[in-house]
């Protein structure tokens, strides 16, 4: 008897795709005639309909893929609510351009992103006050963490819940530290999911999500440091930065960029401490990099 059932696709390699079901675990499948019917590939994070073949064996083909909110590129995964990008206070030193340059990634793609401070029992509470205070300003929701003694770590789960989350940040700031525990506490469904995704390990890496809860995913982002500010106009990227909107419009010269124009109410608040000066020092250096991006390309 054929049963139909929905689940998220987790994983896809060589053909099949596993598609992990609240309740039920994970669903090694085909997606015969999708291509045909609906004209689009399977992706990671997808959340799709899948008929079971066999209960027993845990194999069924995926049937439908349902309405995508949004796809990556890179990594390739579709459905993703969120992004949390890591740092560490300290060792490494946080690389605020680089944290910026990925802020600015995920607002273009109208992906909300959380920042996490992670080693915060390497710094003192001034150094972490200010740390959290530059982008609380921005709007942004800020956590401060530590993997080595287990703080924050409810919190982060707390923002994860329910939600497929992409995990950035540069290596050696503590994310599969930060991972781990998050995964400890899943139940013994996500064991026997563990064991099957092992299956395939030492194939080139794929895009994967890891099941944190009942409906609740992450993605480990590899090549974080490869992100880019691209195929970006510089006259957008004023808007990718949330700290600007409220100024917006206000500037003496419509269509201000906020760089050299005199009267611009953006840099007025950068003169008031409104805007955080290292933000806005980030912007221009990204606006002129755009600009020499362009003249390259004429
Ligand atoms: P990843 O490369 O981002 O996955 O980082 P890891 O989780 O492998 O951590 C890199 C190093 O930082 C390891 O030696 C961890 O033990 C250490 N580490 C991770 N989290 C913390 C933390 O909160 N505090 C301190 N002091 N060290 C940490
Ligand atoms: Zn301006």
Redesign the pocket.
Known sequence: MDKNMQGKIVKGISGFYYVHVAGSGIYECKAKGIFRQQKMKPLVGDDVEIDIISEEKKTGNVAAILPRKNALIRPAVANVDQALV?F?V??PDPNYQLLDRFLITMEQQEIPSIICF?????AEQEELDQMYQIYISCGYQVLL?????E?GISQIRKILEGKTTVVA????????????LLQEEVSMETGEISKKLKRGRHTTRHAQLLTVGEHTYLMDTPGFSSLFVEGMEKEELRFHYPEFAEYEGKCRFQGCVHVHEPECAVKQAVESGKIHRQRYKNYVSFYEELKEQEKRRY
């Open positions: 890591i560490a300290r060792q992670n080693k915060k029992d390497l963490t530590s993997a080595e003694q703080e940040g540069p290596s050696g700031v503590g994310k599969s530290s930060l991972t781990n």
